[in-house]
């Protein structure tokens, strides 16, 4: 199957920071990444989704200036948390599809975000 | 919008034994996707099971299997001979298949039920 990469998979930063996640697509052309936050125990919320060359769409009570993300190639997304809080801190999961309305989506492994 | 429900926050096994993982979803659309996820530890998400709407016979994957019910709007997992790997969250999720909709392509997750299996 497709497979999606995420770096780092752990990261810890100080409050008031910037930290940069990479989400890449391996061995297919990703048309369409999903950003998701999960929290301990619970669902995976969507954050945004990003379409390449072109600006994400974000969800609803998700801060598009402190989650940036860019889709400038068909292989790599990035999410940007921008001055980072400890609030900021979660696991952080990206998935990728060759299209909009691809069948399948393909998941990263995650990234665990630590604001000290 | 679509929203999916799983009323079970947890669920126990005995290893070998059948397991059934409930499922609910409300929509007004005829077109749609539903899936079955699979978190372990690992936090890797896995996708166990899909169904399409437009198909009445049930989805089957090996152990796993659904009863899909479009009118009750049910999509509920069943888990046979049970295997100690099977312990993780499972997750139930919808996604539309209405092209021009705002919500195309993106997934909908239930709350997720953790699995225990019991040697």
């Known amino acids: 199957g497709a497979v999606v990469s995420q770096h780092p998979s752990r990261v810890i930063c100080k409050s008031g920071t910037s930290v940069k996640i990479e989400c890449r697509s391996l061995?297919?052309?990703?048309?369409?990444m999903f950003w998701y936050r999960q929290f301990p125990k619970q669902s995976l919320m969507l954050m945004a989704t990003?379409?390449?060359?072109?600006?994400?769409?974000?969800e609803q009570g998700v801060e598009k200036d402190k989650f940036l993300i860019n889709h400038a190639s068909l292989t790599l997304s990035t999410l940007t948390v921008t001055s980072a809080h400890p609030e900021d801190s979660s696991f952080y999961i990206c998935?990728?599809?060759?299209?909009?309305?691809?069948?399948?989506?393909?998941f990263g492994p995650g990234t665990r975000l630590t604001v000290t | 919008a679509q929203t999916v429900t799983q009323s079970q926050p947890e669920m126990s096994v005995q290893e070998a034994e059948t397991v059934t993982l409930s499922c609910t979803y409300d929509t007004s659309e005829s077109d749609y996707y539903l899936f079955w996820y699979k978190q372990p530890p690992s936090r890797q998400m896995i996708l166990v099971i899909r169904q399409e709407a437009y198909k009445q016979q049930n989805a089957t994957e090996n152990r796993f299997s659904v009863n899909f019910q479009k009118a009750a709007k049910s999509f509920s997992l069943k888990i046979s001979d049970s295997q100690l790997g099977d312990a993780a969250m499972y997750f139930c999720a919808y996604r539309s298949a209405n092209a021009g909709g705002t919500s195309y392509g993106k997934l909908t997750f239930g709350q997720g039920t953790i699995l225990t299996v019991h040697p």
């Open positions: 990003s379409n390449e060359g072109s600006k994400a769409t974000y």
């Open positions: 998935s990728a599809g060759d299209s909009v309305g691809a069948s399948e989506q393909y």
């Open positions: 061995d297919f052309q990703a048309t369409t």
